[in-house]
């Protein structure tokens, strides 16, 4: 029997909450545990739990990532943790 899979990629009321708030709490996560670092000017480096991901500053300001979840929804927790960090004035760069 399979696991239960929670409906974390639909984008519809109840679930775009809770999609939004697991986004959130895992770029906090990111953010207080030091697992962004600035590579250049436009781009970053956050490693998960399980893989390390490329978010880059496109033309316009931006932010893309290069993990499936982003391709899927156009967000996800790298892209926030490193809008938190950069809100919080973290020096990112270090
Ligand atoms: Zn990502």
């Known amino acids: 029997m399979r696991k239960h899979r929670r409906g974390l990629w639909h984008t519809n009321g109840v679930l775009a909450d809770d999609f939004a708030s ?11 545990n030091g697992r962004i670092r600035r590579v250049s000017e ?6 998960g739990l399980r893989s390390k991901h490329i978010v880059k500053r ?3 300001g931006y932010l893309y990532c290069d993990c499936k979840g982003f391709h899927i929804s156009g967000t996800c927790s790298h892209v926030i943790s490193i ?10 760069e270090a």
Not at 22 to 32: F, G, N, S, T
Not at 83 to 92: N, P
């Open 42 to 47: 436009d781009k970053w480096v956050v490693r």
């Open 22 to 32: 697991a986004i959130l709490e895992k770029a906090e996560w990111l953010v207080r």
């Open 83 to 92: 809008l938190l960090a950069e809100s919080k004035g973290v020096k990112a």
């Open 58 to 60: 496109g033309a316009t």
